[in-house]
């Protein structure tokens, strides 16, 4: 049997607590922790090799889940068996892990147990808004329906997150190509400006020579003690963001930094809203729905803020007011779904919520852009001026010498 990684809640001091435990799949861990009084966050299987070579639990790309998908859709709508209709989809895919997972999946069915069950047993690459979409849609005798609509939720939320990659990407690329001029200049140029003052009598280099100098000899002769701190703190660093109290610090980030703080904040708002409306379309219990979309959010905060809000909705109040009090939650949010529950179209609100939010992320990013772009064009300014000054004035003084003579 394979271990699993699960993440719990303790509801007496709302703790949280992490551990491995051995189980056939992860209802049984679902099973055992909720005997232990314990309230499950999520459950990942460790990382198992299996025949193909492949990892049991290794993901599958989100254009390949979004293809297999609409595939099987297609061929269970047009009458054929499930189990025809995996092989036939299992045939045609490139993914070899697919591949490696849907063989499995087809030996499950066949025995006896239901999809949602065979899917569920590889977290990583079927996530648990994706099983409980296929369950519901078993459960109802509308599984085609089910997986069209997680084809459609998976292309929003792949184009939205490449979307605030890629609003990342451009002041990265204009950091790293200034780091690396500002390498090249300190390490090739400014010593050749040291060896024209060698030799004359009293010439002596500007004070921002001087030490930009100082900065080039410790990079050519301890280039590798630079290369050590880099790689330690990148290392070290990446392993405490995994960590609970590092997550937390780097999601907060997320929520408040400038100017990423509002982008990431409307990103979360439109997926909640997304993958919410696409499991309440396809009749997935309210409680359930928010237990699900909290695992997709990928915020702990935010995931935070949802739990609390589940825990009034279980108490009798309604989804809109237990959201009201959040301040991870815009208040838009709330308001929105205050309107679907009193005209009894809450999925409709929801999708409107994610449209209204993916429009403002759009809006956002090319906020971003136009803020970004002047702030990186004045500190390549003042970087360029810097070592542009290192070797002019050296050079300067030198003709002043010779012209004084």
């Known amino acids: 049997m394979p271990n699993f990684k699960y ?6 001091s709302g703790k949280k607590i992490e551990g491995v435990i051995m189980a056939s799949d992860t209802k049984a861990v679902a099973n055992t922790i909720k005997q232990q009084g314990y309230a499950l966050i999520s459950v990942d299987v460790e990382s198992e090799t299996n025949f193909f070579g492949f990892s049991k639990s290794g993901k599958i790309k989100s254009k390949d889940k979004v293809i297999f998908s609409r595939q099987l859709s297609t061929l269970i709508n047009a009458g054929l068996p499930l189990v025809q ?15 490696a997972i849907l063989t499995k999946v087809i030996t499950d069915v066949e025995g006896g147990k239901t999809f949602a069950d065979s899917l569920s047993q590889y977290p990583r690459a079927f996530d648990q808004v994706f099983v409980s979409l296929v369950a519901a849609g078993e459960a109802s005798g509308t599984l085609d329906t089910a997986l ?74 301890f280039w590798w003690v630079i290369a050590i701190i880099i790689s330690a703190f990148v290392f070290f660093t990446s392993r405490w963001a995994r960590t609970v109290e590092g997550k937390k610090l780097f999601d907060s980030l997320k929520l408040s930094a400038w100017p990423i703080g509002t982008l990431f904040r409307k990103m979360y708002m439109a997926r909640f809203a997304r993958t919410g409306a696409t499991l309440v379309s396809s009749g997935v219990p309210l409680i359930q729905v928010l237990d699900i979309t909290s695992q997709a959010i990928d915020n702990v905060h935010v995931e935070t803020a949802i739990h609390h809000a589940t825990d009034k909705v279980k108490g009798g109040k309604a989804l809109s007011e237990s959201l009201q009090s959040e301040e991870t939650f815009l208040e838009l949010v709330p308001k929105m779904l205050k309107i679907g529950e009193d005209s009894g179209a809450l ?53 002043g010498q010779n012209l004084g003579r």
Do not use: C, W
């Not at 209709?85 to 591949?99: F, G, I, P």
């Not at 852009?369 to 003084?397: F, H, K, Q, R, W």
């Open 7 to 12: 993440v719990a809640r303790d509801p007496a």
């Open 85 to 99: 209709a995996l092989r036939s989809v299992m045939e045609q895919t490139n993914s070899k892990n697919l591949q």
């Open 148 to 221: 069209e609509r997680i084809a459609n939720q998976q292309e929003k939320d792949a184009e939205l997150a490449s979307k605030v990659r890629g609003a990342m990407i451009y002041p990265i690329i204009v950091i790293l190509v200034m780091i690396a001029v500002v390498t090249f200049m300190l390490v090739s140029v400014l010593p050749q400006v040291q060896e024209l003052y060698k030799g004359l009598p009293g010439a002596k280099l500007p004070l921002v020579t001087r030490l930009l100098l100082a900065v080039s000899n410790f990079m050519v002769h």
């Open 347 to 399: 999925e409709k609100m929801m999708e409107k919520t994610a449209d209204y939010y993916e429009k403002e992320v759009d809006n956002q990013i090319k906020a971003i852009s136009t803020i970004i772009e002047p702030v990186l064009m004045i500190v390549l300014g003042i970087v360029a001026i810097t070592i542009v000054s290192a070797i002019l004035l050296p050079i300067y003084g030198l003709v």
